[in-house]
Nanobody
Framework: QVQLVESGGGLVQAGGSLSLSCAAS????????MSWYRQAPGKQRELVAAVTRGGSTNYADSVKGRFTISGDNAKNTVYLQMNSLKPEDTAVYYC??????????WGQGMQVTVSS
């Protein structure tokens, strides 16, 4: 089994910054990719950013240039630095880990609220 623990969510004013982190523990053979998703009220869950084991990244168009994802394979941790936050970034954010020979695991989700 694999457990994910997220931290860093909260309330911030528009234009501000937040840093999210998510650490995995348990039976981890190898992490192939890590990502962040979000789900706003009344909307579908969407991919925010992803990073592969090799360091390749991709971002949703809505966050390009504002958010940065990074992964620490040695610590089994993924980070999301969010700058220039907008009210439309308000959502529950989830981390996911794709683990070789084990599958996909999701964090419990944490609220990020950006006030205008």
């Amino acid at each position: 089994q694999v457990q994910l623990v997220e931290s860093g969510g909260g309330l911030v004013q528009a234009g501000g910054s937040l840093s999210l982190s998510c650490a995995a523990s348990g039976n981890i053979f190898r992490i192939n990719a890590m990502s962040w998703y979000r789900q706003a009220p009344g909307k579908q869950r969407e991919l925010v950013a992803a990073v592969t084991r090799g360091g390749s990244t991709n971002y949703a168009d809505s966050v390009k240039g504002r958010f940065t994802i990074s992964g620490d394979n040695a610590k089994n941790t993924v980070y999301l630095q969010m700058n220039s936050l907008k009210p439309e970034d308000t959502a529950v954010y989830y981390c996911t880990f794709h683990i070789y020979l084990s599958g996909d695991y999701w964090g419990q989700g944490m609220q990020v609220t950006v006030s205008s």
